[in-house]
């Protein structure tokens, strides 16, 4: 890195200096925002190959945050992300063939798709295929593809796929037809790991089985909305907006109580805020050991800023051993969950770095 900068990289022409810079001026990190800079970089990555920056594009124009809405460039690079290998962008081009909702509805297209997708890893993407094996979706139905392809969903998904896809099939979202019995055997694998909203739904189901009653959509959210696992949500949620706001206002005493009482809660937002408080020692007394320790258990809990920033610390060896192996790791994870200047940093030391973390085991979230 001596000698070398993002800005002199990305005028240089290396795709992922481009597709970090976009995202520095997209979300703020460590320069001002700008949302015509932001484009004009992820253009200018896609334009030299950076599949990622296709991607980010798409989600852009389809969800009109930094530009407005726009179906036409929406489908553009959407397609052009999917076509480049994003499994994410083949599972939304998917569901675009499957619900007909910005193209014609196109059973055969929306299968391989997904396939592709499922293939790649994306547990999104091998539930579908296995659904639409059982269906008969774009493909000859089969029991034995889709079994198979449900065990591989069961045995790398998570309590809060395992939940929407119990919530499709009993409610029949999504183009899911409804079927009690499949809710159950979903909504059971989250309540074994532990999930909450899986664990009533399950029960819901259960009951609604053996009694015939069911709640609607709207009962259902309102029993949820009520656990303890919202109510905590919600509580945290509010801790760390009011710890931002009082720390922009520059009350760093009520600022600290609030980041303490959401990291407590276990947001890793607010552990991050903490740790690079004690770093500067706005407020409290400035202590590098505590700051590492705090960013590392918001590393764990999830903060590709506590990621990317512990990736940074052990590649320069700042407050750390300097370990590459260490900075790999980290910045692998900072950008399997969004940090996208993160992509850059491995670009330096890896070929392929959008092929290394999609092929990698460290997403934390």
């Known amino acids: 890195m001596a000698g070398r900068t993002i800005f002199q990289d990305a005028e240089a022409g290396n795709p992922y200096a481009r597709l970090g810079l976009a995202y520095m001026y997209h979300h703020g990190k460590e320069i001002d925002p700008d949302p015509e800079l932001a484009m004009k970089w992820y253009v200018k990555s896609s334009e030299v190959g950076c599949s990622r920056a296709k991607w980010e594009l798409a989600k852009i124009f389809r969800d009109g945050t ?49 396939y592709s997708a499922a293939v790649q890893g994306n547990t999104m993407a091998m539930f579908m295929t296995g659904y639409m094996y059982g269906r008969g979706i774009g493909v000859l139905p089969d029991i034995s593809e889709r079994e198979q392809w449900y065990i591989k969903t069961g045995l790398k998904g998570d309590g809060e796929l395992f939940y929407w896809i119990g919530r499709n099939f009993e409610y029949g979202l999504f183009d899911v037809e409804t079927d009690l019995f499949e809710a159950g055997r979903w909504y059971k694998m989250g309540a074994d790991m532990g999930h909450e909203k899986c664990n009533i739904c399950w029960h819901e189901v259960l009951s609604a089985l053996d009694k015939g009653k ?14 303890g696992v919202e109510k905590e949500k919600i509580v945290r949620e509010q801790a760390l907006i009011a710890a931002d706001r009082f720390f922009e206002e520059e009350d760093e005493e009520k600022a600290f109580d609030y980041y303490i009482l959401a990291a407590e809660l276990g947001n890793p937002d607010a552990m991050f805020a903490l740790a690079m408080m004690y770093h500067a020692g706005v407020f409290v007394k400035r ?4 700051a590492i320790e705090l960013m590392t258990k918001a590393s764990v809990a999830g903060s590709e ?17 300097k370990k590459l192996d260490e900075a790999l790791k980290y910045y692998t994870m900072a950008a399997a969950n969004g940090y996208l200047t993160a992509y850059y940093r491995l670009s330096l030391h890896i070929e392929h770095p959008e092929i290394h973390v999609r092929n990698s085991a460290v997403i934390v979230r």
């Open 66 to 114: 930094i530009v407005k809405k726009n179906e036409e460039m929406f489908l553009l690079y959407l397609r052009a992300a999917a076509d480049s290998g994003v499994p994410e962008a083949k599972v939304e081009m998917g569901f675009v063939y499957l619900t007909g909702t910005y193209l014609e509805r196109n059973e055969g297209s929306a299968f391989r798709r997904m």
């Open 214 to 227: 069911h709640d609607s959509l709207e009962e259902r959210e309102t029993k949820l909305m009520n656990t």
């Open 287 to 290: 202590s590098d050991k505590i």
């Open 305 to 321: 800023d506590a990621q990317y920033t512990l990736g940074t610390l052990y590649e320069e060896g700042r407050g750390l051993k």
